[in-house]
């Protein structure tokens, strides 16, 4: 549930959640969130939950609460550790801009990554955080996750950790897209593995915020990958560790555990329905970078990309999950010399690669400003080769 977020803001994350900076207010009586944590948050609306009573039994909301972990298991200590090396150096940037300066509370910004400019010096902030990566990896290494926090009241309950760890996601993304960059592409792909590990550590908690900021944290890893895969020779054995960790984490059983807790707890909120989209589109946005994967290993290995991405199951190690919204497989077209690759979207509609506003926006492209109830039309398309295959199409 999750009421007051601390001081910290969750505010301009990840491009695609639409996050925005804002004021946080208590979580109380009817339940209002003013924090501005997430645009959609402002406007899913509410939702009319059922009480308890109704549940026939429903196990207590304290059986839903995370146990506490041992402590040589726990990855949450190193991640906080990790994030608060990389606040120190912002704040210090932010005191230091000279008057009349354009002051940059943080280094990490994944509008930056379509700028070749910025990207030189986020290349430079990542070089100098080499110590915060090394402390990321060894947290990803930890079986398990369990922040400490006061469950004694729900919906008053303070979690300023999820503004730290989709910080901490977003360094991690352009880690990612800078090695990348360099060329490094064993160095890319296992620092995008990192960044599902965290989404996958933070999901287990059993709160609708939890799940909006995992569902925001795995939206910014997928676009750094568009910036990643097919842009080098993958070392096989990283894509394979890459494709077993996007199938380890189970988005539905976890919202399941946050709708309980809502039970628990009735009052304005959430939109249940849009933030159930909202994991569609995370458990789209997985299966696409599990089937880019498929497809440019497959073109490494052939020199020509598959007719079919049934070809592709024939040929890696790992299984490329369905378009969520459709139940089949995601679309996949050889275009000129490149392809196109998209699931249909929560609209259910088949748009022919169209891509939403939201990605369209990530990349610096112009995109229109879509009419009552449009917000969510077109396809969520793998934008790593988007570009190339409006080039085929003498666009």
């Known amino acids: 549930m ?6 910290e803001q969750l505010g301009g994350c990840f491009p695609t959640c639409g996050v925005v900076p804002g004021r946080v207010t208590r979580w109380q009586g009817q339940r209002k969130i003013t924090f501005g944590m997430l645009v959609v948050i402002v406007a899913l609306g509410v939702i009319d939950v059922v009480p308890p009573t109704a549940q026939g039994g429903e196990a207590s909301w304290k059986d839903l609460i995370p146990k506490p972990v041992p402590d040589a298991e726990n990855a949450a200590p190193l991640y906080l550790q990790a994030a608060g090396l990389i606040k120190a150096v912002d ?5 230091a801009t000279p008057p009349g300066g354009e002051p940059r509370v943080e280094r990490y910004d994944t509008s930056d990554w379509h700028n070749p400019a910025r990207m030189a010096v986020v290349a430079k902030y990542v070089a100098e955080d080499a110590d915060v990566m090394a402390l990321v990896k060894e947290a990803a290494a930890r079986p398990q996750c369990w922040f400490s926090l006061d469950w004694s009241d729900p919906p008053t309950m303070k979690v300023p950790h999820l503004a730290k760890m989709r910080n901490l996601a977003r360094f991690v993304g352009c880690s990612a897209v800078v090695a990348g960059m360099q060329g490094k592409q064993a160095e890319a792909l296992d620092d995008l593995r990192v960044g599902f590990v ?3 550590h933070v999901c ?11 569902y925001g944290m795995d939206s910014g890893m997928e676009q750094a990958a568009e910036r990643v895969i097919g842009h080098g020779s993958m070392p096989e054995d990283q894509a394979l560790a890459l494709a077993e960790e996007l199938g380890r984490i189970d988005y539905p059983a976890a919202f399941d555990r946050a709708m309980k807790m809502e039970r628990h707890f009735p009052g304005e909120g959430f939109d249940q329905p849009k933030i ?3 994991k569609g589109q995370a458990m789209a946005r997985r299966a696409l970078v599990e089937a880019a994967l498929g497809v440019e290993l497959y073109k490494q290995q052939t020199g020509r990309y598959p007719a079919e991405l049934t070809d592709v199951s024939q040929t890696v190690a790992w299984k490329i999950a369905e378009d969520p919204f459709s139940g089949s497989d995601l679309v996949y077209k050889v275009v000129g010399p490149t392809y196109l690759l998209y699931s249909i979207g929560q609209d259910g509609q088949d748009d022919g690669g169209k891509p939403m506003r939201d990605q369209l926006q990530s990349w610096g492209l112009p995109a229109e400003q879509p009419g009552p109830g449009a917000e969510e039309d077109g396809d969520i398309v793998w934008m790593g080769t988007w570009e190339g295959v409006e080039r085929a199409r003498g666009r």
């Open 198 to 200: 965290m989404s996958r």
């Open 91 to 95: 704040e210090a940037l932010a005191t």
């Open 204 to 214: 287990p908690e059993p709160t609708l915020i939890d799940q909006l900021v995992c």
């Open 2 to 7: 999750t009421g007051n977020l601390g001081s």
């Open 276 to 278: 159930a989209a909202k």
